[in-house]
């Protein structure tokens, strides 16, 4: 049985594919294409960016953005994520400055939204890669059972229901906002 090996492509040529139509994510240089994600899940990440955004801006802390933007965490090969959405604070990047290609900053917040067939396990994985590369605090939203899965490193998960408040804690000090209202639609 002859195995064959991928063709390794960079970031730059997985810009050019977007403007062909191609979306996806690079692990390790391999394209692997991401498909759209349904209404619920669109839904939430508005609710939730826009919770942020409401937060973010007005204060001027940094960026905030949705998945098709892109966060290149490692090269050659080239490992580029979607998160569907993330905050980079002005520490690392001023607002003044403009970014035309992907993103090199860890963020300090990452948002992952489970799509439909993504299991509780694949996500705390895709959590702890985003830890591993230095993001401080990830949210993962399960919009089957409406709850929050909160990691951050070195802590244990902490899983917050309809009932709880959603906080920034030392990332965004001072947002809130109830877990419900995410869910709304």
Known sequence: ???????????????????????????????????????????????????????????KLGRLFGSDTGIRLERDPDMVREPDIAFISTNKIPLETRVRGFYEAVPDLVVEVASPGDSRAKLNDRALMWLHYGVR?????????????????????????????????EVLSGFTCPVSGIFDI
Do not use: S
């Open 137 to 169: 605090l990830v949210w993962v939203v399960h919009p089957d059972d409406r709850t929050i899965d909160v990691h951050r490193e070195g802590q244990k998960v902490v899983v917050l229901g309809e009932a709880d408040n959603l906080d920034g804690l």
């Open 1 to 59: 049985m002859a195995i064959t090996k991928a063709k390794l492509i960079t970031a730059d040529e997985l810009l050019e594919l977007y403007g062909k139509g191609v979306r996806g994510e690079l692990i390790r240089g391999v394209l692997c294409e991401t498909m759209a994600t349904g209404g619920e899940h669109g839904e939430i990440v508005m609710n939730l960016g826009g919770e942020l955004r409401n937060f973010i801006r007005p204060r």
